[in-house]
């Protein structure tokens, strides 16, 4: 490859990262919303992943912990809810 080849390939390489880092990270409220309506469409497992990403933004969100603890219990894994409703308590729920 020719120098002007190199340098072609460098800039279409850092337009390509810079275009998959352009769709924004879902705010933690998005997530919430999002997770909501997974729960409401029966898709928990989706909700989990939702309220995962809305938790991992913003730990003391009430809501999604406690959301998140419905969402445990429908997936039928009660170790997981307890957990998350310790973790509730300690956000103020």
Do not use: K, W
Request: with cysteine; charged share 20%; glycine share 6%.
């Amino acid at each position: 490859m020719t120098r002007n080849q190199h340098l072609l390939a460098a800039i279409l390489l850092a337009a390509t990262a810079a275009c998959s880092n352009a769709a924004a990270a879902p705010t933690p409220e998005e997530s919430y919303r999002r997770g909501m309506a997974a729960l409401s469409q029966g898709q928990p497992r989706t909700a989990r992943v939702e309220f995962m990403n809305a938790l991992q933004a913003n730990p003391r969100d009430a809501r999604a912990r406690v959301a998140q603890v419905r969402t445990y219990l429908l997936l039928g894994d009660g170790v997981a809810a307890e957990s998350e409703i310790r973790r509730a308590r300690e956000a103020g729920v």
